[in-house]
């Protein structure tokens, strides 16, 4: 069971990371993702890859958040997410804890209901 302060700060970084890629802060979007994920490439890249792959994290409208799972790899945060054009995708982020008691993104799954067609991305 994901105790109440690690599932709100989970959450929150979540929201963080979606407000910054819908307003194009491209640094403070990667600034959300774990140290190891952050050296995969420029902030640009990271933002342009997301908009190639997954639009809908960029056109986020609104957000659902379900009740987080912990796991042997962290905390697993299920998020149905809504974009501007009404299209809906069910996302998976697995935040990992840091040394100093922080929660960042490691990596996200995303599917769309409709097609059931999954997308792996690392934050």
Known sequence: M???HVATAVRSVVWSQLDALRTHDAERALSFSTPERQ?????EHF??????TVPQLIQCRSA??????ETEAGVVQPVRITSSDGSTLRALYLLAEQPDGSWLI?????????????KTWVC
């Open 39 to 43: 050296g995969y490439g420029t902030p």
């Open 106 to 118: 490691d990596q996200c799954v995303c599917a769309s209901p409709a097609t059931q067609s999954r």
């Open 47 to 52: 933002l342009e890859t997301i908009a190639r």
């Open 64 to 69: 659902e958040f379900e009740h987080p799972q």
């Open 2 to 4: 994901v105790l109440p």
